[in-house]
């Protein structure tokens, strides 16, 4: 049986083009790595760009508590960041943000993800492991 409305399979869909632009914003933007927020896009986009840019999650950093801390040289250079949030709201985060552009996230007849792209210089001390969460939910 067929039920109307939102598609769970959307959440799979679209990753391979979205990527690609996350990936052509970073190399336009001069970016060295990308800085995501929510577990779903850093999954993917890890997995979309595996082998051409490093993808770090910036929020949430206990569900990565196996992993190895991000290199210290790399997360000093600029990052291009995506996320939800409007940029100003990472600025708890980094100590520049530049806008870049808007990525989306797409199918055959909807958009299923528009996020923000900010070129992000120079993170906060305690950025990791701890993460840094652009809301401010203390």
Do not use: M
């Not at 082998?51 to 790399?74: C, K, M, N, S």
């Not at 797409?106 to 906060?124: C, H, I, K, M």
Request: glycine content about 10%; aromatic content about 10%.
């Amino acid at each position: 049986r067929w039920f109307p409305g939102k598609d769970p399979l959307n959440s799979l869909r679209g990753w391979p083009q979205y990527a690609e632009e996350i990936e052509a914003l970073r190399e336009k933007s001069g970016a060295a790595w990308i800085a995501t927020s929510g577990y779903e896009r850093t999954s993917q986009l890890a997995w979309e760009l595996r082998g051409r840019a490093t993808v770090i999650p910036i929020d949430e950093r206990q569900r990565y508590t196996f992993a190895p801390p991000p290199d210290a040289a790399l997360v000093s250079r600029p990052a291009l960041l995506v996320s939800h949030d409007p940029p100003d709201l990472w600025a708890r985060c980094f100590a520049k943000l530049t806008p870049v552009g808007i990525a989306l996230r797409q199918g055959a007849v909807a958009t299923f993800d528009r996020t923000y792209a900010t070129l992000a210089e120079g993170p906060l001390a305690g950025l990791f492991p701890g993460g840094c969460d652009a809301s401010g939910g203390d």
